[in-house]
């Protein structure tokens, strides 16, 4: 979620590593989300792929290994 | 130096084998599958993303799935939840031995550095003996071994507590931030599993200030205390909705104004907003700045977890509770919309009158326009957001300030805890105080705790009266003076009750002793004590006074003060070191034994807490081998014939879950559909039923969704005069009449297009108190005498019913009280744990043929063959449920003169669910009457035996109780006395004298008895 940035004289918060991890997971949930989207059922028909294999286990794993990574992000020391 | 590295490790040992401990436990009493109430929801939400009831939990969702993942078969789904919950809560137990050894070690080492083994092994002996009692209370055992988020909950707010600590141990490091940034980020994931992890804001907020100020002022620290109320209410009343507000006024402008397709402008708010952000994080040179701002993405990071409920609420799902596919109805979905407002500082009280206003030539009711609600709109393609209505906020008169006697519906309720005199009137401060203390905070939380910590009588939900649900100490003077009963007279029932777990008040009296050697242990211990008692009063009379409880509750509610129980385990761990203290200070005095003797023997007085609290409590928390909610679930669905995709109507929590649970999780007879009559209500429900799901075709019903849309149609009212009019018009011009109202206007198909869907709102009624479907298979007349309107879910029903033709059988569920669906009671034949909805009902109510192969063929009964098995309250409830159908059934049979068949029912009955599991009832006398009949006296004997002992002993101490408690317990005392009527009847029928001799007497003196009480 945070940018490198040169000059960052503030090694209390994350620190380039972490944010770099953290930056990872950002994408990794936002893969997820993308996994987990698609066409839903109608009135007509009952849509299986609703809950296809990519849309309930690959995408929500998928963004939980993300949000599990930022906690990695922001306990990384440099 | 190496002692302390040694307290580390030896630390961090022993809170893993605290760990184990509380995971084996778990592991070993943890339900196999789905558990009732919310359970079966949550398990197919983690399973197959599908939505739940409101406010969802998106991040248990994510979690839950992964573990789901691990399941071989879809009917291990729910055991890999379930062990989620047990891994989550034995986690829970880790962070809570860590945080007792992290206060004690401070107490006793004011440094930090545990420099002898004494202190280790006294500090060791608080953390175990506090770990282990609370991993062995009943609240908190409850949570642990069942698929809810109270474990989850428990496990981050143990977390974040203890990351607070961890701070507190670095805070002069420059790396201490981060232990700061983790706890936001942790916030923010919490939202995603229930919003009570929120609650321990406020006492870290003490942690922050004791470490970082200089000097401690009573003024500081009532700063502080505003301080972190503030932090609480900035996250949960301005961030949580803020965030989802301001994207749905985005959204608008994109689709409304822009005619963008819809959730671009969501996705351009996620990208501007996080822009932002990190455009403010850079700006901000200054770390006071940066931090919080930091904090504030953090919470966000982890809050986006919603994108879950967002994203899989548009796959239209067969479960997809309030229909949350666009921003805002995410947004009523998040404010728990459907549940209503509670009013919590000045508000109107039961008794307030509505407040009116002119308006032209009317008195309307005064009102105050919230804010708008949007809902999509699909128009050539094209998606569109319009303006559906205001929530309005309706005015009343005479409005009180912190109102608990709130809730009209719940006015008898109220009215006997007020003098009698005053009935009617707005509550006046005194009997307002009254019921806050005396239901609110004394009923409804403080019996919870002593539970806990004191005693439990039993596992029935009590409302109030001797007999149910109330704490006891196990002693039994005093237990008789608080009940106002002999307890050594109570009846077997009770006294072999599993719930029914005693603890003599020693864990309250150890957690005492903590608090009292915090208070001794100078400024550190004070202020501990502080930290401590806000954390309780946070996650415990703070959530009462939120939750302004109506009477009545549905279940029993201690598992949302789980959290001010972990407090209070937190003094339990500590009261070990005010034994340890008092041992060294004695044996200095004495000069006997060392240092480690005290320590040691401080630690074994201590076990005997933890350990006596897990005799009582492992027998009622023990759901191994349990399969009834699973199995019970099935059955109904059972109940309903193989072909012409049946359709259920059900009725809330337990009569739908464990359904849903077999049609989403196990794929068991997905051929049929349960339709929630609570829901169908509502306009997404009805979405849903429109749909296909699975093997289920779409409902029959043909009204588009501005029909039923929001708003229209709630309540239509029944207006039986014009029927005579309609009479007259039909006489005097039949061919207009045909054309306008049909070819017979009171047939229900006719009233409902002609009538009820007519554009013109003042037609919109029952013009009639009689209807009728007409069909090849029979009329079916429904007579509406004495309904003055009716709901939306009525129309549906009759929809459903006019359209379906009898082709696709509509049944309703045995739950479904009489106060559902009245008209229709005279349509029903009982088929098993459903009634089909048929024009032939007439006359005959039971199928038997149907109803004997479902109970002997098709049912099955969740393990409660092998005996022993953990049967609580709500499984006692749905076993009766089965006897008294398989009740009805023998007697049908033995009216048939089928002796043979009743009595293959009374075996199965008799192997499938013993007594010892479920104690006969009333139901039971139909087996003995089978007996009997079947020339099988002693058998018959057994069971009518049974039921007057059991009655006997009920009747006998109901009067011992003191006459002033004796109004609670009349309906107890009223079934049992039946039970014994009936039960002597049947001795009289058949002719065992023996009963007659034995009880007769005893019951004719309960008769002038019950007649007198």
């Known amino acids: 979620m945070r940018h490198r940035q040169s000059g960052d004289n503030n090694p209390g918060l994350i620190g380039k590593n972490g944010r770099l991890i953290i930056m990872a997971a950002c994408v990794l949930i936002a893969v997820g989300y993308l996994l987990m989207a698609g066409p839903g059922s109608t009135e007509q028909h009952f849509r299986e792929e609703i809950f296809s294999a990519r849309r309930i286990v690959a995408a929500p794993m998928c963004c939980l290994a993300g949000y599990l990574l930022i906690i990695v992000g922001i306990l990384k020391r440099d | ?1013």
Not at chain 2, 320 to 333: D, Q, T
Request: with cysteine; hydrophobic share 40%; proline share 5%.
């Open chain 2, 1 to 1013: 130096m190496k002692q302390q590295i040694n307290f580390r490790r030896i630390n961090v040992c022993v809170a893993w084998l605290v760990f184990a401990i509380a995971a084996i436990v778990y592991g070993l009493t943890v339900e196999p599958t789905a558990s009732l109430w919310d359970c079966p929801e949550f398990i197919a939400c983690g399973y197959k993303l599908e939505i739940g009831h409101p406010p969802g939990a998106p991040f248990f969702m994510l979690v839950a799935n992964l573990f789901a993942q691990l399941a071989g078969s879809p009917s291990q789904v729910a055991l890999t939840v379930n062990l989620l919950s047990a891994l989550l809560s034995a986690g829970c137990i880790f962070f809570l031995f860590l945080t007792i050894t992290h206060l004690a070690r401070r107490l006793v080492c004011p440094t930090g550095e545990v420099t002898t083994l004494d202190r280790i092994i006294g500090i060791e002996a608080c953390g175990v003996i506090g770990a282990l009692a609370y991993a062995f209370s009943d609240t908190f055992w409850f949570s642990a071994v069942e698929a809810e988020v109270y474990a989850f909950s428990s496990f981050l707010t143990a977390l974040m507590f203890w990351l607070i600590l961890k701070w507190e141990d670095e805070a002069d490091t420059p790396q201490s931030d981060r232990w700061i940034v983790l706890i936001a980020y942790i916030t923010g994931l919490s939202v995603g599993v229930h919003l009570l992890c929120l609650l321990c804001l406020p006492a870290m907020s003490f942690v922050v200030y004791f470490r970082k100020a200089k000097r401690i002022t009573r003024w500081g620290m009532l700063k502080t205390l505003g301080a972190g109320i503030l932090l609480l209410g900035i996250i949960l009343y301005g961030i949580i909705p803020g965030v989802v507000t301001a994207g749905g006024w985005m959204e608008l402008l994109f689709t409304n104004v822009l005619l963008f397709p819809c959730h671009t402008g969501l996705a351009c708010y996620a990208v501007l907003l996080t822009c932002g952000l990190l455009l403010a994080y850079y700006k901000a040179g200054r770390r006071a700045l940066r931090l919080p701002l930091a904090c504030l993405m953090m919470i966000l990071a982890g809050y986006s977890s919603y994108g879950v409920i967002l994203i899989r609420a548009n796959a239209n799902m067969p479960m997809c509770e309030n229909a949350p596919g666009n921003i805002f109805a995410l947004k009523s979905y998040l404010s728990r919309e459907q549940y209503g407002d509670v009013p919590l500082f000045y508000g109107p009280s039961y008794c307030s009158e509505p407040d009116y206003e002119q308006k032209g030539d009317y008195l309307v009711w005064k009102h105050k326009e919230g804010s708008p609600v949007y809902r999509p709109s699909t128009d050539k393609g094209k998606t569109h957001y319009n303006l559906v209505r205001h929530d309005v906020k309706y005015q009343y008169r005479d409005n009180m300030f912190f109102p608990r006697m709130h809730s009209a519906r719940h006015a008898r309720v109220y009215d006997q805890w007020r003098d009698s005199k005053r009935k009617g009137t707005v509550p006046s401060a005194a009997e307002n105080l009254r019921f806050f203390l005396g239901y609110q905070v004394n009923f409804m939380y403080w019996r919870y705790f002593l539970w806990n910590f004191v005693g439990r009588q039993n596992n029935i939900q009590g409302h109030g009266e001797v007999e149910h649900g109330n704490w006891i100490t196990g002693i039994g003077w005093i237990d008789n003076w608080l009940l106002g009963c002999d307890v050594s007279q109570l009846p077997s029932d009770l006294k072999q009750n599993k719930g029914r777990n005693v603890f003599y008040a020693l864990p309250l009296l150890l957690g005492l002793a903590g608090i009292a050697w915090q208070w001794r242990r100078g400024s550190e211990g004070k202020r501990q004590l502080l930290t401590v008692l806000l954390l309780f009063v946070m996650t415990g009379l703070a959530i009462v006074v939120y939750l302004n409880q109506t009477p009545m509750q549905p279940r029993e509610r201690d598992y949302a003060y789980a959290g001010s129980f972990y407090a209070f385990a937190l003094w339990i761990g500590l009261g070990v070191g005010m034994i340890w203290e008092e041992i060294k200070v004695k044996s200095e005095k004495i000069k006997v034994g060392n240092g480690i003797a005290g320590a040691v023997m401080a630690g074994l007085i201590g076990l005997i807490v933890p350990l006596q609290m897990v005799s009582q409590t492992w027998d009622d928390h023990d759901r191994s081998g349990r399969y009834t909610c699973r199995d019970f679930g099935a059955n109904y669905l059972n109940s309903m014939p193989q072909e012409g995709n049946p359709v259920i109507l059900t009725n809330g929590d337990n009569d739908t879950f464990p359904l849903w649970y077999n049609h989403e999780v196990e794929g068991v007879r997905t051929d049929t559909r349960a339709c929630n009559l609570e829901y169908v209500q509502t306009d997404w429900y009805i979405d849903q039923m429109k749909r296909p799901a699975y093997d289920s075709p779409a409902l029959p019903v043909s009204w588009s969704h501005d029909d039923y849309l929001e708003g229209r149609r709630e309540v239509v009212p029944v207006r039986p005069e014009l029927k005579e009019k309609i009479e007259a018009f039909r006489q005097e011009r039949p061919d207009e009449a045909k054309r306008l109202l049909g070819e017979n206007p009171f047939e229900v198909r006719n009233i409902l297009d002609k009538w009820i869907l007519n554009p013109q709102e003042e037609m919109q009624c029952i013009p009639t108190d009689s209807m009728v479907i007409c069909s090849d298979e029979g009329d079916m007349v429904i007579s509406l005498k004495g309904v003055t309107k009716l709901c939306k879910k009525d129309l549906m029903v009759l929809e459903m019913l006019s359209k379906a033709d009898w082709k696709r059988p509509i049944y309703t569920s045995i739950g479904l009280g009489s106060d559902n669906l009245p008209y229709l009671r005279d349509h029903l034949v009982l088929e098993g744990l459903a009634y089909r909805i048929s024009p032939k009902a007439v006359g005959k109510k039971v199928d038997v043929e149907r109803l004997y192969d479902n109970i002997m063929h098709r049912f099955r009964y969740g393990g409660l063959t092998v005996k022993g098995l953990y049967v609580d309250e709500d499984v006692k409830r749905l076993a009766d449920i089965h006897q008294t159908v398989m009740g009805i059934l023998i007697d049908s049979l033995l009216k048939q003169g089928d002796t043979k068949r009743a009595l293959a029912v009374c075996r199965k009955w008799q192997h499938e669910m013993p007594q010892e599991n479920v104690p006969y009832t009333d139901a039971a006398l139909s087996m003995a009457r089978c007996f009997y009949v079947n020339g099988l006296p002693e058998e018959g004997d057994e069971i009518v035996g049974d039921l007057l002992r059991r009655s006997d002993e009920w009747l006998a101490w109901a009067g011992t109780i003191r006459p002033e408690r004796r109004p609670g317990s009349a309906y107890s005392r009223y079934i049992w006395f039946e039970t014994m009527e009936r039960s002597l009847a049947v001795a009289v029928r058949y002719d065992r004298k023996k009963f007659y001799y034995q009880y007769g007497k005893r019951y004719e003196h309960y008769a002038t008895q019950t007649v007198r009480g």
